[in-house]
Each structure stands twice: as structure tokens, then as C-alpha cells.
């Protein structure tokens, strides 16, 4: 409601008010709702919270539940008896602080050419709109004379909530001197909508963790709806210019930027660049830990599921794998923390991205180890002085006789030698989670 509106409501209601009255049953049963309804958020502050601290204090002093009804109790008697007071009180302060209050005076907004305030805006990566909500919200304030109105607040701290109030005040003075055109509240409910848009995707990007080329859609969204928005201010601007030369003949164009404006560019341009090298890292990062995660996926589930596949159960593989590798899984795990997942549960992605398509590589794995196997058996047989042992025919035979259930087989019961023996992964896997941070 706008301040001359409740300016008259409160007028109308100051005389029916009585603050005589001893016992008000509305406080008594709705308790701090009832200043919540009435906009003394103050005093609805105060009861609401102050109750809850008062039982929880009184809880954990007396160990007893019956503290909550009798508080209860306490705080809807003292707002029975006190709530008429404290209303009329708080009506009374209103009238008197707003009484000089007037909207039906002509508003002189913001004055900036449009050129200026695209640039601005896109230099300064959208904090500039900001800038102009605050400008405009001062401007309101001093022309109407509206101490309700708190610019810094209504702009710079919750101005997504404040954008289409502020635009319906611009749309009552263009409409009085007749500048607002045919299109303006398609303008005014577009800039809205793409406002809210670019802050629910916001929230969505921060709060839930998005699939790479899904994160790529949601970005070209984000700049669509940000680039729509600037594009659509810049009509509204162009309309309050035309009204501020229309209705103040004073009001001039000026072309320079002044201190003010040049610092919110240039802030706005340093956060946002702060912001993205930040992303790039935070990108690096995930590329790091999903390369990590595929990898230990690749020997500790692929790896297994495909030897399961030739017939053979792999039970001491992943078993060694886990235990060589023990300071890099926890590693991982640790970094998984913040998306609140565990290793297992990531894997669930690949599991579903993956599948089957990993067998043809291990296929080609399993053959490259081929020879390492072949000379593991060979030592063993060494090993055991077996009589009449030839290297060159056990050679060949091996060569010709192994297959993938074998290879699985070996490479489950020499999985510690395996593992040790491949440098290259081992170097591979600990540079890549040395890389997560």
C-alpha cells in the first residue's frame, strides 16, 4: 500500500480507535499476528521472537513443558492490555511524520541518456540497475515527501521486491503527463519478469548441482533474460526522460558521468570479475574431481562388472585398489562433502552415462596386460622348481591359452603386483586429486 493511501486509512482510523479500552480480545487472540496485520513489525518482532527465547530459556531452566502454555498466556495478557495503546501510538507517529506526504505532486525521476545506461549496466554487469532503482527511490522520497520510503533499503538491499512498486509509481506520473506510451507496462512487467528470472536461476545454479550441458542451457538463459531486461529498462528510461522534459523545464541531459556513477561501474565490474575467475576455478576444480571419479569408477566398478560379465567374481581387486590408494579416496570424498555425496553415490552418474561402454576399453586394458600377466605365472612356476620347466613353451602356451576370464582371474589374484607395477596410472590419479582444492 502506498504511503498516501495508509496515510488515509490511518487518518480514518485514529478516530475509531480507543485507546481506553482496558481489554482488546484481536491481541489477545492472535498474539504477535496481530501487529504482523497491523504493520508494527516491531513490535511483531518482539513478541514473536521474544516468546520462543522466553521458552526455550524457561525450558532448559526448569526442565518442565509447562513453560510454553504459561508464557503463552503471559505474552496474550500483555497484548490484551497493552495493544490498543500501542497502536494508537504507532498511528498517531505515522500521521504526524507523513502528514506533508503527496503523490498527486510531479515526480522529476532519474534523467540519464539510454545510451549511458546500457553501457553502464553492461560494464558494470547489471549492479548499475541498482544504482538506478536507488536514484529513482530518492527521487520518490524527496518529491512526495515520503519518509516511508528508504531508498538505500528499497534498492541496494531488497530491490527485487521493491522493482514493480517502483515501476507503478513511474507509470502513475507518465501517465499524468501523458509520456508513457502505448507499450509501457509491457515493458515495466518484462523488466520484472526477467529480474525474477535471472534470480531464480541464481538461487537454482548455487543450490542444486547441474549436469554440464544443462548448465550451459541455464547460462544462455541467464544472459537471454539479462540482456532482454537491460533492453526493456532502456525503454522505461526513455519514456522518463521524455516526462522529466515535459514536466521540468530545469531538468537537464547530462552527457558526463558524475563520481557516483563511475564507482558503481567500476565496482560492479571488479565483483564480477572476482566472480568469474572464481567460476573458472570452481569449473577447473569439478573437471579435476570428475576426472578422478571416473577413474577410480573405471577400477573399482567398470573393471569388476565387466569380469563378472566373462564369468569371473573379482573380490580382491577393488579390495587392494581401495587400500593402495586409500589417501586419494579420502581425498575425493572429503572434496564430495559439499555436494553432500559420498565416492559410491557419484559414481551413480557414470554409472548411468557410461554403462556398457567402458567394456571395449577394458577389453584393450585387459589385452595391453596381456604380457605382465604371462610373465606373473611364468615366476611363479620359477618360483615352485618345477622339473623339466621350459620358459620359451610355457611362453607360448600362456600366449595362445589366455583368455578374459583368465586375465580377470590373474588379475584378481595378483592385484597388489598390477597395481604397484603401472607407474603411469599411479602418477596419473594423485596428480589429478592433488589438483582438487
Not at 20 to 35: C, E, V
Not at 130 to 147: C, L
Not at 279 to 300: G, P, V
Not at 353 to 377: Q, R, V
Request: charged share 20%; net charge positive.
Amino acid at each position: 500500500m502506498r504511503t498516501d493511501a495508509k496515510l488515509a486509512l490511518y487518518q480514518k482510523y485514529a478516530n475509531n480507535l480507543n485507546s481506553k479500552k482496558i481489554f482488546a480480545p484481536y491481541p489477545f487472540i492472535f498474539n504477535s499476528l496481530y501487529y504482523l496485520f497491523a504493520g508494527m513489525f516491531d513490535w511483531f518482532t518482539l513478541y514473536f521472537f521474544g516468546s520462543l527465547f522466553l521458552i526455550v530459556i524457561g525450558f532448559a531452566l526448569t526442565g518442565s513443558l509447562w513453560v510454553a502454555p504459561v508464557v503463552w498466556l503471559i505474552t496474550r495478557l500483555i497484548n490484551a492490555f497493552t495493544a490498543e495503546k500501542l497502536r494508537l501510538k504507532h498511528i498517531n507517529a505515522f500521521i504526524l511524520r507523513n502528514q506533508d506526504v503527496n503523490y498527486s505532486k510531479t515526480i522529476t525521476f532519474y534523467q540519464l541518456p539510454v545510451k549511458k545506461l546500457v553501457i553502464a549496466s553492461v560494464l558494470s554487469c547489471g549492479i548499475f540497475e541498482f544504482y538506478w532503482m536507488y536514484k529513482n527511490w530518492k527521487a520518490i522520497r524527496q518529491d512526495t515527501k515520503d519518509n516511508e520510503i528508504y531508498p538505500a533499503f528499497q534498492s541496494w538491499l531488497l530491490g527485487l521486491f521493491f522493482i514493480w512498486p517502483l515501476l507503478k509509481i513511474i507509470h502513475l506520473n507518465l501517465s499524468r503527463s501523458k509520456t508513457e506510451g502505448k507499450k509501457y507496462l509491457y515493458y515495466a512487467l518484462a523488466y520484472t519478469f526477467c529480474c525474477w528470472g535471472q534470480m531464480l536461476l541464481s538461487v537454482l545454479n548455487l543450490f542444486w548441482i547441474i549436469p554440464h550441458g544443462a548448465a550451459v542451457c541455464l547460462w544462455f538463459t541467464y544472459m537471454a533474460l539479462w540482456l532482454v531486461g537491460i533492453g526493456m529498462l532502456a525503454a522505461i528510461q526513455k519514456r522518463i526522460n521524455f516526462h522529466n522534459s515535459k514536466t521540468n523545464r530545469k531538468s537537464e541531459m547530462r552527457q558526463t558521468w558524475n563520481k557516483w556513477e563511475i564507482c558503481v561501474v567500476i565496482i560492479g565490474l571488479l565483483l564480477n570479475l572476482s566472480c568469474m575467475s572464481i567460476q573458472y576455478m570452481l569449473i577447473r576444480n569439478d573437471n579435476h574431481l570428475e576426472i578422478a571419479l571416473s577413474s577410480t569408477y573405471r577400477m573399482m566398478e567398470a573393471v569388476p562388472s565387466f569380469c563378472r560379465k566373462q564369468g569371473v567374481e573379482m573380490t580382491n581387486f577393488p579390495k587392494v585398489y581401495a587400500q593402495y590408494f586409500a589417501p586419494e579416496i579420502k581425498a575425493i570424498n572429503e572434496h564430495l562433502k559439499p555436494y553432500n555425496l559420498n565416492m559410491k553415490q557419484a559414481w551413480q552418474v557414470f554409472n548411468v552415462k557410461i554403462g556398457n561402454l567402458l567394456d571395449e576399453s577394458i577389453m584393450s586394458e585387459f589385452a595391453a596386460l596381456k604380457p605382465l600377466i604371462i610373465e606373473t605365472i611364468v615366476k611363479q612356476y620359477k618360483d615352485e622348481d618345477i622339473e623339466n620347466f621350459d620358459e620359451n613353451i610355457a611362453r607360448k602356451f600362456l600366449n595362445k591359452e589366455i583368455t578374459f576370464p583368465v586375465l580377470c582371474s590373474e588379475t584378481d589374484n595378483n592385484a597388489f603386483v598390477i597395481i604397484d607395477s603401472n607407474d603411469d596410472y599411479k602418477t596419473f590419479l594423485r596428480d589429478t586429486v592433488a589438483k582438487i582444492r
